[in-house]
């Protein structure tokens, strides 16, 4: 019996040793099993046995500080709910406006146009600021200066004054608080190469009249207009010249209006004017015996329109230093004015008297284009831009304008009704010296 209980004893304690070498894998689960690692020599811990790749561990990183600055700082630019606000504004009707001239280097026109008589032009990087009360609201700057990229284009027009283009757009920048609204003014013409301004105002300070109103106005002017040019061919006086042209010299009647202002006037100058049609300087320059005349002196002056080609003037110019006869370009209305910049940057020394500028200055000053062109297919010159044509040889001659009654080709009650106060100065405008603005 004793022995019975001996090995059950001996059992039992076998059983208890196996279960604390063992109980691991067999101790039902519990959340102490789920954090068990075996336990190398070392101390080091093994990854359990059922490896799950990173693919499927991978979590998304949380944003970064930065992001979620962006995210909370990024806000929209435009609502175009907002693009019609502008009309609500209400912008300035303006009473009076002044005409402002822009010099620009090494140019022989100035652009112009029209602005509020209160508004003030001061000198800054590129150009001018303008204010007005002592408030800035605007700027006029050399070049394309287009400006920030925010802002968002609502309109356009454009307006062709002579040479000159102008291109006017409505524009807004901003939403909210922060809404504006401006007119840009991108004004620009060709003499050599692109002549630009670009004037930006805020939209309070234009109404729909003023702003139209500065658009119509742009124009470009011969710098010779600010000057009647007195004197400047005197070595012709008490002699002769010649006119060659083409038909505009015929429907114009220069030859006969500036002989009978010599008439007038007690003035001795024998007046040789030619009329060819569509005629140019080639005409001319390729004709013998007129060729063989200036080269005899027969000529004091020879007034060349038609100058489409540089190689055929510099031919005459040398002709006509051969004898030191006077050439000068004198450009019909129906000209291109890059042939005539051409010419004249190509031979600096060569005399001009712009008849096709004086008749275009005249027009754009507020008389009838129709005072000046025929109504015909090529709209050839009126004995009136005649009359203005004659006036400029004359004055350049004799250093004076001429007096008396007209009685060749035009009334003298049609000169003064159109030309006012131009037939007695020579002045096509009176500039002051405070309204040009140089653009450097």
């Known amino acids: 019996m004793k022995r019975v209980l001996a090995l059950l004893l001996l059992i039992s304690m076998l059983s208890l040793c196996s279960c604390d070498l063992f109980g691991a894998s067999n101790t039902p689960d519990s959340e102490e099993s789920d954090s068990v690692t ?61 005409r402002r001239f822009f010099d620009f280097e090494e140019c022989q026109r100035l652009l112009y146009l029209d ?12 150009g001018y600021r303008i204010a007005r009360e002592g408030r800035v609201i605007g700027t006029l700057v050399l070049g394309g200066k287009q400006g920030s990229s925010d802002w968002k284009l609502l309109d356009t027009d454009i307006s062709q004054g002579g040479e000159a283009l102008c291109e006017h757009y409505l524009e807004k920048d901003g939403i909210g608080e922060t809404l504006r609204f401006r007119h840009r003014y991108y004004l620009r013409f060709v003499e050599g190469k692109r002549r630009i301004l670009t004037l930006t105002v805020d939209y309070s300070e234009l109404d729909g009249d003023a702003a139209q109103h500065l658009l119509a106005t742009v124009g470009v002017i011969s710098k010779s207009l600010l000057d009647p040019g007195f004197g400047t061919l005197t070595e012709a006086q008490w002699g002769s010249i010649a006119i060659l ?53 027969t000529y004091d002056a020879v007034f060349i329109c038609g100058v489409n080609s540089n190689s055929y003037l510099g031919k005459l110019k040398d002709i006509c230093d051969s004898s030191g006869t006077t050439l000068v370009i004198f450009p019909a209305h129906n000209e291109s004015q890059s042939n005539i910049d051409s010419a004249r940057e190509a031979y ?59 009685t060749y080709g035009v009334t003298q009650r049609e000169i003064e009704s159109i030309l006012g106060e131009y037939a007695s100065t020579g002045r096509v405008i009176d500039v002051d010296e405070d309204d040009i603005y140089e653009m450097k």
């Open 348 to 406: 600096p020394d060569v005399q001009i008297v712009d008849w096709k500028g004086e008749i275009e200055a005249l027009i754009n000053d507020g008389r009838n284009r129709w005072d000046f062109c025929m109504d015909d297919q090529h709209l050839h010159s009126t004995p009136l831009a005649g009359y203005v044509g004659a006036h400029m040889i004359f004055r350049a001659i004799w250093g004076e304008v001429p007096t008396g009654e007209s």
């Open 245 to 297: 042209g083409n038909s505009f010299i015929s429907t114009s009647k220069i030859g006969g209006i500036l002989n009978d202002m010599h008439t007038q006037n007690g003035k001795a100058c024998y007046i040789n004017s030619m009329s060819r049609g569509y005629a140019h300087i080639d005409t001319y320059v390729n004709d013998e015996a007129l060729m063989e005349e200036i080269v005899a002196g």
């Open 38 to 98: 075996s336990t190398e020599s070392d101390g080091s811990t093994e990854a359990p046995s059922d490896e799950i790749s990173l693919e499927e561990t991978a979590t998304e990183e949380p944003p970064s500080e930065k992001t979620m600055l962006e995210e909370e700082t990024t806000l929209p630019t435009d609502d175009e709910a907002e693009d019609d606000e502008y009309l609500e504004i209400s912008a300035r009707s303006v009473e009076a406006f002044e």
């Open 115 to 126: 602005l509020p008589s209160d508004w003030e032009l001061s000198a800054a990087e590129e």
